[in-house]
Nanobody, 117 residues
Framework: QVQLVESGGGQVQAGGSLRLSCSAS????????MGWFREVPGKEREKVAA???????YYANFARGRFTISRDGTNNAVVLQMSNLEPEDTSIYYC???????????WGQGTQVTVSS
């Protein structure tokens, strides 16, 4: 059973930066895709960024240019570096791991990011 452990959330003023980290345990192989989603109560969970085991990246439009995703494929660890944060980025951020096998997906417990104006 794969487990994801996140760290690095917190509170920051607008324009500041935060670094989110996620480590997956329980997988003997590099997980095909790892990424981050975020969710605000009352809204759908949305994809923020993702990265494949080969290093290919995806960014949502709101994240492009401000957020950078990276990973250590061997150790199934992923980092989301967020800069120039805006109050609209306030959300719970969830780490996601997707081996692209039969719809199996794993989620972290979520970490709160709060950006004050």
């Amino acid at each position: 059973q794969v487990q994801l452990v996140e760290s690095g959330g917190g509170q920051v003023q607008a324009g500041g930066s935060l670094r989110l980290s996620c480590s997956a345990s329980g997988s003997a192989r590099p997980i095909t895709v790892m990424g981050w989603f975020r969710e605000v109560p009352g809204k759908e969970r949305e994809k923020v960024a993702a990265i494949t085991k080969d290093g290919k990246t995806y960014y949502a439009n709101f994240a492009r240019g401000r957020f950078t995703i990276s990973r250590d494929g061997t150790n199934n660890a992923v980092v989301l570096q967020m800069s120039n944060l805006e109050p609209e980025d306030t959300s719970i951020y969830y780490c996601n791991a997707d081996p692209l096998i039969g719809g199996l997906v794993w989620w972290g417990q979520g970490t709160q990011v709060t950006v004050s104006s």
